[in-house]
């Protein structure tokens, strides 16, 4: 939500971040407006990615990430904070704090969601909790004087629903995917209460499963065991095997040995099949669980974490073999690249680009050598032999174990992105600059794919003809450009190099750059939009297209790409190009097919003998079914805006909330074609009309003063002041006092707000479909 001026505390979000206690999620579900009945509807709800032919993951260990940031719900819209920007490689992102219940924001929802990735909440007891405990599973106490009907001798230890339906209808609200369950706690009750606890995690387990569906998560992490005792085990074992049974996943503890993930795995195989198989006798169904249902916890900042953590997490990762054991990775702490420099001379975000990238996918240059701190030596107790220390080999990314999973198939959800990392230090609206801030922004909402194919460097090929040696192939990287962008707040910079040749042929070079995969559908057809420009280099003539292809090895596999309309030139130098391709593979009956969209760059020169570099800027990239014909023409449109004043003294500066309405708008009727009453053609169809109110990304907010004489000029001199999307509300915007200094023409002056929207597809409506609201100050 980049914003003009304002703070985190500024921002009104409307409802409860987190709950600090039980006893408060319980006031807050007391309380009529909160009471779990209204779904947030700005908050996108959970595809999954399906089953990709042509991803290698066919039994290996998935990623699991955990984040802690500064102790959690620290970002600030205006200043440049940490982001999360390697979604395709993970499956499953937890939001954690020490909070009793730790709620993801709505904007790490979102992007998680985008991308096909769980989100998962925290309920977390450790510390003074033991009292917390007891309530979870005994419910809610009554304020009257009850007791059993009849007196008996009772020492059963009873299991309420209470917060089982109570956290369930949070994830509802909320919209996530489920929970880690962290219990640091001893639990004085022994094993009358841990055998409760997992009963009570059979009752999550199936409730989020009924009310949020098949795909939730409720992951159980390793810390008090069987008997009530807080004993981290750092593997599973029977002492923690009875609360992994109801749970979906296990997170072990981080300080274990290197041998104790083969353990973990030999144990897991050992167990009783009938355990760990699907249980139809519930409904809905549970799923089976296998070694990927266990996360072997690494710690970034390495605390007893083997490896060293930092850029030496890979050496643990060795041990728990992903690809080979099939035993999953839980990274906690990956914002360690951030916490751990920000207060070194020199650092910037640039800087923490290169060194996140460097962690994730290794280094930009090929061949680079990534220097690893040594790991420090372990201490024994007097007496105990010390194992033989193993032997590594050279730095290895996180990028190495994982495979890169593509984002939900377009025909399930529209792929969009406007190649943001989800901060900036400008916004612009189709090319335009409408905001420079002094600090920058954060808004995890609108943060989106980089292009997963580019980093650390781009891949380039000839296209039709390969040069040989007498030609080198252009080689490029990829960079975050926060100058300049065509949506957003930047746009990505692919700098194309080549080297000068004295060869004939290096007069014109022609080569394959693809840099986002995507999950598609034989004999589907599907449209791309992508806005580019290019740099002008004098003597060099660049043309561009776009393509697709498969990454399926094992199908013979042909796109038809068709043009929709030559390249329209649009402001300040940018171009878009619509194409509709279509994999026209019979054979294969896989809906998820791996493929990869990307750029043909032709580069002709005049003087091929010299060095030459090329920057082409990707401002957007819209994936999605082409929209389907019918005889009615319609138009988004925002309907109406309208403005609640917040209450205050009568002096008190403007502040408020804006909300507005959208439809889909129909030009007038005007003609009717029916020749008689037995026409058998319908004068119009309005089948899919369930699926024409338009979607939208976000809305832009903009202000203007009326003048003295109460007149406007109109939107094309307001001000921006703002974007929709923080606090998870659709058609939603809190307005500050502080984000209007400056525009009020005195105390009887009035405001004239706009909303603008931007629709799934990026487009912008046109002012003439937009909507305003005039505002006394």
């Known amino acids: 939500m980049p914003l003009r001026r304002s703070s985190h505390s500024e921002v009104a979000s409307g409802e409860a971040p987190y709950f600090k ?204 065991v069987l008997t009530g005792h807080l004993r981290w085990q750092d593997r599973l074992n029977a002492l923690n095997l009875p609360f992994f049974l109801p749970s979906t996943g296990f997170f072990t503890n981080y300080t274990w040995p290197p041998h104790y993930p083969s353990l973990t795995a030999r144990y897991f195989l050992s167990l009783d099949r009938s355990l760990i198989e699907a249980d139809s006798s519930v409904r809905p169904p549970t799923a089976s669980k296998s070694l990927q249902s266990i996360f072997v916890g690494v710690d970034v900042w390495g605390r007893g974490s083997h490896g060293g953590g930092g850029l030496g997490c890979y050496r643990a990762i060795c041990h728990i073999d992903p690809a080979f054991l099939g035993l999953s990775v839980a990274l906690f702490g990956q914002a360690w690249t951030w916490e751990s420099e920000q207060d070194k001379p020199g650092w910037s975000w640039d800087e923490w680009w290169a060194y996140e990238r460097k962690l994730w996918v290794g280094p930009e240059k090929e061949g680079e050598v990534v220097e690893v701190p040594p790991e420090k030596e372990k201490e024994y107790p007097p007496g105990v032999p010390r194992p033989p220390e193993p032997v590594y080999g050279p730095f290895q990314p996180l990028s190495d174990f994982f495979a890169r999973r593509p984002p939900p198939n377009p025909l399930d959800l529209p792929f969009y992105t406007s190649f943001s990392p989800g901060v900036g230090r400008s916004w612009f609206v189709q090319g335009n600059k409408v905001l420079q801030t002094e600090n920058g922004w954060t808004d995890i909402d609108k943060q989106c794919s980089l292009g997963d194919m580019l980093w650390p460097r781009p891949t380039l090929s000839w296209e039709h003809v390969d040069l040989g040696l ?215 169809i309005m089948n899919n009309a369930h699926s024409w109110i338009p979607s939208f990304l976000y809305f832009n907010i903009y202000v203007e003063a009326h003048k003295p004489d109460g007149t406007v000029v109109g939107p094309a001199s307001s001000i921006f002041i703002g974007t929709s999307g923080l606090d998870g509300r659709a058609r939603h915007f809190y307005v500050n006092h502080s984000i209007l200094e400056g525009i009020s023409q005195g105390q009887e002056s009035s405001l004239r707000f706009y909303v603008q929207g931007v629709t799934v597809a990026g487009e912008v409506l046109p002012w003439e479909q937009c909507a305003f609201v005039n505002v006394n100050t």
């Open 470 to 684: 007498e030609v080198k192939l252009p080689e490029a990287r990829a960079v975050v450009s926060m100058e300049d962008a065509w949506m957003g707040g930047s746009s990505l910079i692919l700098e194309v190099t080549c080297a000068g040749s004295e060869s004939e042929d290096a007069a014109f070079r022609c080569v394959w750059m693809p840099f986002q995969s995507l999950a598609i559908t034989a004999r589907k057809s599907y449209r791309a939009t992508l806005v580019y420009k290019v740099d002008a280099v004098e003597g060099v003539d660049v043309d561009i297209g776009v393509s697709v292809k498969t990454l399926t090895e094992n199908i013979e596999a042909t796109f038809e790409v068709t043009p929709i309309s030559s390249q329209q030139p649009l402001t300040n130098g940018w171009t878009q190009i619509d194409v509709e391709f279509m994999l026209t593979e019979e054979r294969t009956q896989d809906k998820d097919i791996s493929s990869y969209l990307g750029l043909i760059i032709g580069i002709a020169s005049e003087d091929p003998s010299q060095d030459l570099k090329v920057p082409i800027y990707l401002g957007s990239l819209t994936i999605a079914p082409p929209q389907s014909p019918d005889n009615l023409r319609r138009m988004a449109k925002v309907l109406w805006a309208d403005f609640e004043r917040t209450q205050g003294p009568d002096n008190a500066p403007l502040s408020g909330t804006l909300t507005w309405e959208v439809a889909a708008a129909f030009p007038p009727v005007r003609s009717i074609t029916i020749t008689s009453p037995e026409d058998p053609q319908p004068a119009w």
């Open 21 to 224: 206690s039980l006893a408060d999620l319980d006031d807050y579900a007391s309380t009529g407006s909160h009471a779990f009945t209204k779904r947030l509807t700005g908050v996108l709800r959970y595809t999954p990615r399906g089953k990709v032919q042509g991803v290698a993951d066919d039994g290996r260990g998935q990623l699991l990430v955990m984040h802690l940031f500064l102790g959690g719900y620290t970002e600030k819209p205006s200043a440049l904070a940490y982001t999360f920007n390697f979604w395709s490689l993970c499956s499953t992102f937890i939001y954690f704090s020490h909070h009793r219940v730790t709620i993801p924001p709505p904007g790490w929802i979102n992007t998680a969601h985008r991308q096909g990735v769980k989100m998962l909440g925290t309920l977390i007891f450790e510390g003074d909790s033991e009292q917390d405990c007891l309530r979870l599973l005994v419910g809610r106490l009554p304020q009257s004087s009850t007791g059993p009907a009849v007196a008996c001798q009772d020492n059963s230890f009873p299991v309420s629903k209470h917060y089982v339906r109570l956290l369930a209808d949070l994830a509802v609200q909320r919209g996530f995917d489920g929970y880690l369950l962290n219990f640091e706690c001893p639990l004085r009750g022994g094993t009358e209460q841990t055998q409760a606890l997992c009963t009570w995690i059979a009752m999550l387990q199936n409730e989020l499963r009924c009310k949020v569906g098949p795909h939730t998560e409720v992951i159980w992490y390793d810390s008090v």
